[in-house]
C-alpha cells in the first residue's frame, strides 16, 4: 500500500495562499497516481485535483482551475476564497499507466487523515 499524509492547512485570508503537502510511505517503488479532495461541513466529499504516475497529466475540478496546481508532493492554493474552507483529502491509487488521472472518490484505495482548510472573508 501507499499510504498518504498530509500536512500544510491552516487559516488564512481571502485571496491569500496556501501549500498542502502530500507524503507517501509504504510500498512508494510502486507506480501510484495521487488525487485532493475535499469536504465542506454538511457536503459530500468532492474532487479538487489529480495527477498521473508520471507527472505529465494533470486535472482540476473548474472551481479551483487557474487557482491551484498539483504536483507530485503538493498542492499549491492561491487566490482563495471563503468557499474553498474544507477538509482537504490527499489520495493514492497504485497503477501500471503512467499518465491516466482519476476523479472519482471511489477510484482511489488509500486516504490520509485530512488537514483544515479555512479561508476567512
Known amino acids: 500500500q501507499v499510504q498518504p499524509v498530509e500536512s500544510g492547512g491552516g487559516l488564512v485570508q481571502a485571496g491569500g495562499s496556501l501549500r498542502l503537502s502530500c507524503a507517501a510511505s509504504?510500498?512508494?517503488?510502486?507506480?501510484?497516481?495521487m488525487g485532493w479532495f475535499r469536504q465542506a461541513p454538511g457536503k459530500d466529499r468532492e474532487f479538487v485535483a489529480a495527477?498521473?504516475w508520471s507527472g505529465g497529466t494533470t486535472y482540476y475540478a473548474d472551481s479551483v482551475k487557474g487557482r491551484f496546481t498539483i504536483s507530485r508532493d503538493n498542492l499549491q492554493m492561491s487566490s482563495l476564497k471563503p468557499e474553498d474552507t474544507a477538509v482537504y483529502y490527499c489520495?493514492?491509487?497504485?497503477?501500471?499507466?503512467?499518465?491516466?488521472?482519476?476523479?472519482?472518490?471511489?477510484?482511489?484505495?488509500?486516504w490520509g487523515q485530512g488537514t483544515q482548510v479555512t479561508v476567512s472573508s
Open positions: 495527477i498521473s
Open positions: 509504504g510500498r512508494t517503488f510502486s507506480m501510484y497516481t
Open positions: 489520495a493514492t491509487r497504485t497503477t501500471d499507466d503512467s499518465f491516466t488521472v482519476y476523479i472519482r472518490t471511489t477510484d482511489y484505495e488509500y
